[in-house]
């Protein structure tokens, strides 16, 4: 029977420490929240590995997954959550993150587009005592009757820059995704300034390109 106590404090201390994670309570957070609750129950085994896990996979050929630990910890530490800061999970899954993002004070609405995972995710958070409400709907289009959020994390990568999710950030708000509009991905964190916003690349990382966010397809002559 694997230790998945151990497991957690073995993923903190060999793979998220050592990828320029320092905030201590993000670390203790981690030690705690039991990811291999979150994963399909054929992954237990791996849930603790330096790599995505697959929850499911859409017929338009994308996918949705758990963001590999060492990169959803870099992503939610640039996010610098503070207690009752009002946060948006895109593309959720079974709940993880945002039972992290919850743990650490957040004021966490998950959205999903997938009823399944939608209504597992509910189930694990409940069971947990994560207070954290999960929605139901596309996740490209985010969650306008809650916004604005102060922060927003996007589980996956997209090709095409998510203005439907930014312009629901408050004047101050930050989001956090995989830009891979140029093949190789790359975390960008963005922040918005009164009508403006800016970005800054943060470190190099791969994700699935999330379902409305991909680059149409040109023709080539």
Same mark, same amino acid.
């Given at each position: 029977?694997?230790?998945f106590?151990q497991?957690?404090?073995?993923?903190v201390? /060999?793979?998220?420490?050592?990828f320029?994670?320092?905030?201590h309570?993000l670390?203790s957070?981690l030690?705690?929240?039991?990811r291999?609750?979150?994963?399909?129950?054929?992954a237990?085994a791996?849930?603790?590995?330096d790599?995505?896990?697959?929850?499911t996979?859409f017929?338009?050929g994308t996918?949705?997954v758990?963001?590999?630990p060492?990169v959803?910890a870099?992503m939610?530490?640039a996010?610098d959550?503070v207690?009752?800061s009002?946060i948006l999970?895109?593309?959720?899954?079974t709940?993880?993150?945002?039972?992290?993002?919850e743990?650490?004070?957040g004021d966490v609405?998950?959205?999903e587009?997938d009823?399944?995972l939608a209504?597992r995710?509910?189930?694990?958070?409940?069971?947990l005592g /994560?207070?954290?409400?999960v929605q139901?709907?596309?996740?490209a289009e985010?969650?306008?009757?809650?916004?604005?959020?102060d922060l927003?994390l996007v589980?996956g990568?997209?090709?095409?820059v998510?203005d439907?999710l930014?312009a629901?950030?408050?004047?101050?708000?930050?989001?956090?995704?995989?830009?891979?509009?140029e093949?190789?991905?790359?975390?960008?964190?963005f922040?918005?300034a009164g009508?403006a916003?800016?970005?800054?690349?943060?470190?190099?990382?791969?994700?699935?390109?999330?379902?409305?966010?991909?680059?149409?397809p040109?023709f080539q002559?």
């Amino acid at each position: 029977m694997l230790d998945f106590a151990q497991a957690r404090r073995t993923m903190v201390d /060999c793979q998220v420490r050592t990828f320029d994670v320092v905030d201590h309570a993000l670390l203790s957070v981690l030690e705690e929240v039991p990811r291999e609750r979150f994963v399909p129950a054929a992954a237990e085994a791996t849930a603790y590995s330096d790599r995505a896990i697959t929850l499911t996979r859409f017929a338009d050929g994308t996918a949705r997954v758990m963001l590999p630990p060492m990169v959803l910890a870099r992503m939610i530490q640039a996010l610098d959550i503070v207690p009752g800061s009002r946060i948006l999970d895109v593309a959720g899954g079974t709940g993880y993150a945002s039972a992290v993002m919850e743990r650490l004070g957040g004021d966490v609405v998950m959205l999903e587009a997938d009823p399944a995972l939608a209504e597992r995710a509910k189930a694990i958070l409940s069971d947990l005592g /994560c207070d954290v409400t999960v929605q139901v709907g596309p996740v490209a289009e985010g969650y306008a009757a809650g916004a604005p959020y102060d922060l927003i994390l996007v589980n996956g990568a997209y090709e095409t820059v998510p203005d439907e999710l930014l312009a629901q950030l408050a004047d101050g708000g930050r989001l956090a995704a995989v830009d891979a509009s140029e093949g190789a991905g790359r975390v960008v964190l963005f922040q918005r300034a009164g009508e403006a916003v800016g970005s800054r690349r943060l470190f190099d990382a791969a994700a699935p390109v999330i379902e409305g966010l991909r680059r149409a397809p040109s023709f080539q002559f």
